[in-house]
């Protein structure tokens, strides 16, 4: 068989990827673009692409640092509801001083780390998934 002979064959092995519909639609799109059905289009990536490079930026220590900030975020809530119900009186100012250093640092860490994740990713062309972040399925 050769050229359209080979693309008439009938296509039975079947390869089944999930995706989100945000996917599925950049999917389809990018299809239309190019002039082929979904099928056709992933087809000829999938099976013609010999140099195709997966770039991978290990977010886990940001995923670590976010579910660090939320427990902080849990302790700044405790802390508030000591003001409100205790007033400023009964504050200890230092340690006060201590819990709310303790808060803006955490926050300013996971800051400057999103900061240069987007750098990186920049750099290498990679599309960043945020959503993972707030996925509890993704851990």
């Known amino acids: 068989m050769r050229g359209a002979e080979i693309d008439m064959r009938r296509k039975e092995a079947r390869v089944e990827v999930r995706m989100t519909e945000r996917e599925k639609e950049a999917l389809k799109r990018k299809a239309a673009k190019n002039g082929m059905t979904v099928s056709e289009y992933a087809r000829t990536l999938l099976v013609n692409s010999d140099d195709a490079t997966i770039r991978v930026i290990d977010t886990e220590p940001l995923k670590k640092a976010a579910h ?31 819990v709310l250093e303790k808060e803006v640092s955490a926050f300013s860490g996971i800051m400057e780390a999103l900061a240069a994740l987007r750098r990186e990713a920049d750099r290498s062309n990679i599309h960043l998934r945020i959503e993972d972040f707030d996925n509890p399925e993704s851990e």
């Open 68 to 98: 660090e900030l939320a427990k902080q975020g849990t302790n700044l809530n405790q802390f508030m509801r000591f003001l409100n119900a205790h007033g400023a009186v009964a504050l200890d100012q230092d340690e006060a001083k201590a």
